[in-house]
């Protein structure tokens, strides 16, 4: 549960898009040396993009905070997991982790103690206590209809799942999740951000050479779709 009384913007997927997200912040006048602005991600810092390793060390801002991704899932059994050219590592690789395998035995020694670090502490679920509004950040899903904080939620779920928004799209409608006031989702990228009912994704495909989202909470909610 994270408290903020200051200004409270919400990333997109980065997959390793250090450049696009420091234009996004700068364009937002985002201030990262003030103290007062803070930076929530939806998850997937790593894989794909051009520097993915500068993305994971985000985690040491303390402006910045970020829930875990199933690419980040996958870097971290990769490594605490596997022994190389174990399933772990393969799965990794194919799915965006050759930044880190092409690498010279020292330097993956130094990412490896980083991914460690990092993703071994990296929450699930965000609850964000905002203007008198809980909003929910997870990556992928929130598993059922009803959000409550001693729900045993598979891992399947938080991580990978695609059933609500592949159903979204299917009848361009979803039920309310009772419990908060808002759910903000990645993993699934969109063409552009999509609102519906209380549940908000902002993976743009920013690995794909299309923008990143940067979404100020406060004006979450005013011009997007229902």
């Not at 609102?195 to 997007?224: M, R, W």
Request: with cysteine; net charge negative; charged share 30%.
């Amino acid at each position: 549960k994270i408290p903020y009384t200051d200004r409270v913007f919400i990333v997109g997927d980065i997959h390793g898009e250090i450049t696009k997200l420091n234009d996004k912040l700068d364009e937002v006048g985002f201030d990262k040396e003030g103290g007062e602005d803070h930076l929530i991600a939806v998850g997937d810092l790593i894989d794909r993009g051009e520097d993915s390793h500068s993305c994971l060390n985000l985690m040491d801002e303390n402006w910045f905070d970020s829930c875990r991704g199933n690419h980040e899932q996958m870097a971290y059994d990769s490594i605490t997991k596997d022994g190389f050219g174990g399933e772990q590592d393969a799965h990794w690789f194919m799915n965006g982790g050759e930044w880190y395998f092409d690498n010279a035995p020292e330097t993956k020694k130094n990412i490896a103690g980083d991914v460690v670090r990092h993703i071994e502490h990296m929450p699930h679920v965000i609850e964000l206590h905002y203007q008198g509004q809980v909003i929910v950040i997870c990556h992928a899903d929130w598993g059922r209809n009803t959000y409550d904080t001693d729900m045993d939620m598979p891992e399947l779920n938080l991580l990978w799942s695609r059933e609500r928004i592949n159903d979204i799209k299917e009848y361009n409608m979803s039920e309310r999740i009772e419990g908060a006031d808002l759910f903000v989702f990645g993993h699934t990228p969109l063409r552009r951000p999509l609102h519906v009912s209380n549940q908000l994704y902002i993976d743009t495909g920013a690995c794909f050479g299309k923008p990143i989202t940067v979404l100020n909470v406060n004006d979450i909610g005013k011009g997007e779709d229902k």
